[in-house]
């Protein structure tokens, strides 16, 4: 059992880690830089990526404390 915990902790502290680095950070100077589009559609769908990375983070964050607490607990 605690073998499968340790794979379900690495597992989901790898996706807590990618979740974070593909999430847009909020620096607003830099949108001309970086190409960032202006249009109706190019914010809206930016806002959606980031919502859905933002809820994957939160997913992957619970499992990686609930399966640590349990890996503590069964020991």
């Known amino acids: 059992m605690s073998v499968f915990l340790g794979i379900v902790v690495i597992l989901s502290a790898l996706v807590l880690v990618l979740t974070v680095l593909f999430q847009s950070s909020n620096a607003k100077g830099l949108g001309a830089i970086a190409g960032e589009a202006e249009t109706y559609f190019g914010k809206n769908k930016g806002k959606t990526i980031d919502a859905k990375l933002a809820l994957g983070t939160k997913i992957a964050a ?14």
Not at 62 to 75: D, P, Q, T, Y
């Open 62 to 75: 619970a499992v990686f404390v609930v399966a640590a607490l349990l890996m503590l607990i069964i020991g």
